[in-house]
């Protein structure tokens, strides 16, 4: 079979994809690599005279590469994962809104195009948890103890667009990372962003039965089928705290053959039905007040 992978410049020489990409070579299969953040792309001759089995993405959140995924959609080309399903989870704000109208337990959300208004949230859910709607690699989130405080870091949240904030759960310190490779699951527990302190190391961990149905139905409503779920386990049970498309998958056996091969059925149309059972995205409005979990 033959791919395309879109690589952004910080991934290049990263084990995901690089070591999946090398996999797929060795078992005989043509792997083209384009590289969006720095290639001049004629986009319709690359899109509509593409050849390629499916196009995969391994891009920042906010790069260019989902674009010319969304790109190759529209053209009836397959996409690893589904182009529309990782523009949802991206949207940190559209994923939350979209989550808690099927049923995920997250924590209620706030979104503000402007971090001063934050400020209207209530007294009553501090401390909370302030992040950009488009982040990722635990890139500024904040654990923010009162509005007094929110007011002080305004300057500092003032150049990441759209923020969304959200009551904190508490918590060990300790985050359950839940890899997804189509039907498969793999969990690791590592420390908080939250908790930069804390001593935990990243270790594989037993998966409960109940995290490993939360994964799965994170699956089915986004419509992914290579993903990540950060899960907390507070005080009323386990929350999801983030979803991320294609992640590290680190401690996870194997991984580039388990990878590599899901990529194969996935291109080959022998799994995947969970992108068939995409919500609508953005159903639900974005503002959230109601069905707090934790």
């Keep these: 079979m033959k791919f395309c992978f879109l690589v952004e410049e910080q991934y290049r020489h990263d084990g995901m994809p690089v070591e999946v990409i090398r996999q797929l070579a060795a078992w005989g299969h043509q792997v083209d690599v384009l590289r969006p953040g720095g290639s001049l792309l004629r986009l319709t001759e690359a899109v509509q005279t593409s050849g390629h089995d499916a196009w ?20 009836g080309l397959t996409t690893i994962n589904n182009a529309r399903a990782i523009r949802g989870v991206r949207d940190k704000a559209l994923a939350a809104a979209v989550g808690l109208s099927h049923g995920l337990p997250l924590p209620v959300t706030y979104a503000a195009a402007l971090p001063e208004l934050l400020l209207e949230i209530p007294d009553s859910e501090y401390p909370i948890v302030v992040k950009p709607a488009d982040g990722s690699s635990g890139r500024a989130v904040h654990l923010v103890s009162s509005s007094h405080r929110l007011a002080e870091m305004l300057p500092e949240l003032a150049g990441e667009g759209m923020l969304i904030a959200q009551p904190y759960v508490p918590n060990s310190g300790v985050d359950i990372k839940v890899y997804c490779i189509g039907d498969e699951q793999y969990a690791t527990e590592r420390r908080s962003p939250l908790h930069p302190d804390h001593a935990a190391r990243e270790r594989r961990v037993p998966l409960s039965a109940e995290i490993a149905a939360i994964a799965a139905q994170v699956g089915v409503v986004y ?72």
């Design 56 to 75: 995969v993405l391994k891009t920042v959140s906010g790069g260019p590469g989902l674009t010319l995924l969304e790109a190759a959609a529209s053209a």
């Design 223 to 294: 419509g992914l089928d290579l993903y990540g779920v950060d899960v907390v386990l507070g005080p009323n049970g386990p929350v999801v705290v983030d979803v991320n498309d294609f992640p590290s998958f680190r401690q996870v056996p194997d991984a580039p053959a388990r990878l590599a091969r899901a990529v194969l059925a996935l291109a080959s149309g022998a799994v995947g039905a969970t992108s068939a059972a995409q919500p609508p995205l953005g159903a639900a409005p974005v503002h959230l007040t109601a069905g707090r979990t934790a």
